[in-house]
């Protein structure tokens, strides 16, 4: 952030997201590209681990919360699924690599490419739907810190193949939804606390970034994808970061570090 002009901390401050065009190379995002086209040509899955992945409540709750594939990826790499990629016993129904949601959550920990772009906890999504939601109603601390996050382009991002929409200002309202994970004695499990407001569709603007672009997300400004229905991937690499200082990571969420893989710093 050190490297932010006085008028781009404004627009962030204003917006609650802010675009940085150019912060990666292109050959950065060829490396970053090419090594998940490896781990997925390397995809091992189980099949009654094939979860589709959605920030619908219903359907995390079905899927997800009930799905320790799910919980106990935090410091694991695991393949979430788009919707309607498998059929009813599992098998792909398009080929593996265009069926992946995201790809997490400790990519940044195992695999040497992404642990030299940054060293956090990170979610590479290949590009497909994510519905309107707050980062903070998955991420949090306790009291609530700051939460950024790093959404970075490794293709370009278009009104055509799923880029972020916003509505700038909306993180001044306070985050109205909190996913709060199941005590471990009673089996993997989570649910929500409060709700979220019906987001109107005008209030959402697009943000389209060519290959190479830094988005910074606020944690509580509303944001989503839409579905990409084109014949374009849309790669991105995301990262969050969390304060520290003064704050308890929540045992409230459902991603947990373990002692083998405790979040790292980014101050040491
Ligand atoms: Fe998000």
Known sequence: MACLS?????????????????????DECVTMQQRIGEIVAGMDVPLHCRTEFSTQEDEQ????????YFLSSGDKIRFFFEK????????????????????????????PVF????????QPHVGGEVSPHQDAT??????LGRVLGLWIAMEDATLENGCLWFIPG??????????????????????????DPAWASDLFVPLPVRRGGLVLIHGEVVHKSEQNL????????????????????SPGNWLQPTPELPFPPLYS
């Open 6 to 26: 006085p008028s781009q901390l404004k627009k962030f401050q204003e917006d609650g997201f802010l675009l940085l065009e150019g912060f990666f190379t292109a």
């Open 61 to 68: 709750l079905q899927t997800q919360g009930k799905t320790d």
């Open 84 to 111: 309607g990629v498998f059929d009813e016993k599992g098998n792909f129904l398009v080929p593996p690599e265009k069926s992946i949601n995201k790809i997490g959550h400790a990519l940044h920990a195992h695999d």
């Open 115 to 122: 642990r030299s772009i940054t060293h956090s906890p990170k």
């Open 138 to 143: 998955f991420l949090y601390t306790e009291p």
């Open 170 to 195: 909306s993180h001044t309202h306070g985050v109205s939804r909190r996913m709060i994970r199941a005590p471990s004695d009673s089996g993997p499990g989570t649910s929500f606390l409060g709700s």
């Open 230 to 249: 084109s014949g374009h991937s849309r790669q991105a690499y995301t990262v969050h970061l969390m304060e520290a200082a003064g704050t308890v990571w």
